[in-house]
């Protein structure tokens, strides 16, 4: 069955950085594309990042764009956000989610991983 | 960017009761791109919903959604105990930009 096991959280301070990764298994990790949701304390989900199967294409939420990255190793199944700069309001738990199929759905989610930035 | 508005934001039941969330988009929505999600406390969000209407993989038929343009609905015909949870709407459209409803929780009355 589908596996996502997120990892990488922690505390920051402001203006710090920090790497997630994401280990996926149970299905073909290069067919797929994935996304990282957050969701911050006691607030709802908000969306963060989109990588294609393959690598070719990524689309980030105005939130994040220019201090985080998404990227993908298929040859380890691993996902990975890059989070540079990081500011009070990034702190959340953070989500790594397959697509359902090749469609814009959150078909399967990880556990989670709870970064906070905090001085 | 569409905004999606849910209500309302709390919902007071009973088992055995009917629930039904309403999902608004401030823009219309293509119905294959709308879908929503449960979550318990303490765990992820769960896919109930794909295609404004169709159950993902081991949903229960007492889940279903309807709607089209701007305005969406989850309907649970019967609450089990296991449904009070929080539900979030969510769409996307070509921007790319996908985004999700504030949420409605279902509590036990």
């Known amino acids: 069955q589908v596996q996502l096991v997120e990892s990488g959280g922690g505390v920051v301070q402001p203006g710090g950085s920090l790497r997630l990764s994401c280990a996926a298994s149970?299905?073909?990790?290069?067919?797929?594309?994935m996304h990282w949701v957050r969701q911050a304390p006691g607030k709802g989900l908000e969306w963060v990042a989109f990588?294609?199967?393959?690598?070719?294409?990524?689309y980030y939420a105005d939130s994040v764009r220019g201090r985080f990255t998404i990227s993908r190793d298929n040859s380890k199944n691993t996902l990975y956000l890059q989070m540079n700069s990081l500011r009070t309001e990034d702190t959340a738990v953070y989500y790594c989610?397959?697509?359902?199929?090749?469609?814009?759905?959150?078909?399967?989610w990880g556990q989670g991983t709870l970064v906070t930035v905090s001085s | 960017e569409i905004v999606l508005t849910q209500s309302p934001g709390t919902l007071s039941l009973s088992p055995g009761e009917r629930a039904t969330l309403s999902c608004r988009a401030s823009q219309s929505v293509s119905s294959s791109y709308l879908a929503w999600y449960q979550q318990k406390p303490g765990q992820a969000p769960r896919l109930l919903i794909y295609?404004?209407?169709s159950r993902a993989t081991g949903i229960p038929d007492r889940f279903s959604g309807s709607g089209s343009g701007t305005d969406f609905t989850l309907t649970i015909s019967r609450l089990e105990p296991e449904d009070f949870a929080v539900y979030y709407c969510q769409q996307y459209d070509n921007s790319p930009l996908w985004t999700f409803g504030q949420g409605t929780k279902v509590e036990i009355k």
């Open positions: 989610t397959r697509v359902l199929y090749g469609d814009p759905f959150f078909g399967y």
């Open positions: 295609g404004a209407s």
């Open positions: 149970g299905f073909t990790f290069s067919s797929y594309g």
């Open positions: 990588i294609r199967y393959d690598g070719s294409n990524r």
